[in-house]
């Protein structure tokens, strides 16, 4: 027997299923991006679209620049040369932890690579740790060995996000001199 064609209302019945489908898909599904309209500074303007992406939270995680081109957000802060002479890294004959270098760094991912170079003088020992906004990230290592963690901040991401972590090094000695420097330290993802 050949096949019929469908009836109207049957066709008509599963355009409105195929409809409703997609509308649920398109509702039900956050979006990634955002474009906006041109934008007005005093009496230029921008031509170009902006691109915006935000995570679930509604942190923006990615923006262009539409000025110049490239990266708008996130900012990647990058760490300048360092000495390699010993004799002027950050040093402490203290006996007790004391911090011998500090920095303040934007909370943008949940996770923190860092790595320190440390060393001993002849005849001394030591330890070095780490504590972000006053709390021991990663293991405190011997004075001598290389200090190289990955781990989670010690700090609420979410409520922190954006706002500003501080970072410490800090040393202690036995019978001379330790030394410690940064040489990698970067944000990543969990």
């Given at each position: 027997?050949?096949?019929?064609?469908?009836?109207?209302?049957?066709?008509?019945?599963q355009?409105?299923?195929r409809i409703k489908?997609?509308?649920?898909?398109v509702?039900?599904?956050?979006?990634?991006?955002?474009?906006?309209?041109?934008?007005?500074?005093?009496?230029?303007?921008?031509?170009?679209?902006?691109?915006?992406?935000?995570?679930?939270?509604?942190?923006?995680?990615?923006?262009?620049?539409?000025?110049t081109g490239?990266?708008?957000?996130p900012?990647?802060?990058?760490?300048?040369?360092?000495p390699?002479?010993?004799?002027?890294w950050?040093?402490?004959?203290?006996?007790?932890?004391?911090?011998?270098?500090?920095?303040?760094?934007?909370i943008?991912?949940?996770?923190?690579?860092?790595?320190?170079?440390?060393?001993?003088?002849?005849?001394?020992?030591?330890?070095?740790?780490?504590?972000?906004?006053?709390?021991?990230?990663g293991?405190?290592?011997?004075?001598?060995?290389?200090?190289n963690?990955?781990?989670l901040?010690?700090?609420?991401?979410?409520?922190?996000?954006g706002?500003?972590?501080?970072?410490?090094?800090?040393?202690?000695?036995?019978?001379?001199?330790?030394?410690?420097?940064?040489?990698?330290i970067?944000?990543?993802?969990?």
């Open positions: 027997m050949p096949q019929l064609p469908e009836d109207i209302i049957d066709r008509l019945n355009m409105e299923r489908a997609l509308s649920t898909a509702t039900t599904r956050p979006a990634v991006s955002e474009i906006r309209p041109p934008a007005q500074t005093g009496s230029v303007t921008i031509n170009r679209p902006l691109f915006r992406i935000f995570d679930g939270y509604g942190h923006e995680i990615f923006a262009d620049d539409i000025m490239g990266l708008a957000r900012w990647l802060a990058l760490l300048p040369p360092q390699t002479d010993k004799a002027r950050p040093s402490t004959t203290s006996t007790a932890f004391t911090t011998v270098a500090k920095s303040y760094n934007p943008w991912q949940p996770k923190l690579r860092l790595t320190v170079e440390t060393a001993v003088s002849s005849g001394a020992s030591g330890e070095v740790k780490v504590l972000v906004d006053g709390l021991q990230f293991p405190t290592v011997i004075a001598g060995t290389t200090f963690h990955i781990g901040l010690p700090v609420d991401v979410n409520s922190r996000f706002q500003t972590m501080q970072i410490e090094i800090q040393a202690k000695a036995t019978g001379g001199t330790v030394y410690a420097q940064p040489v990698l970067h944000g990543t993802q969990t």
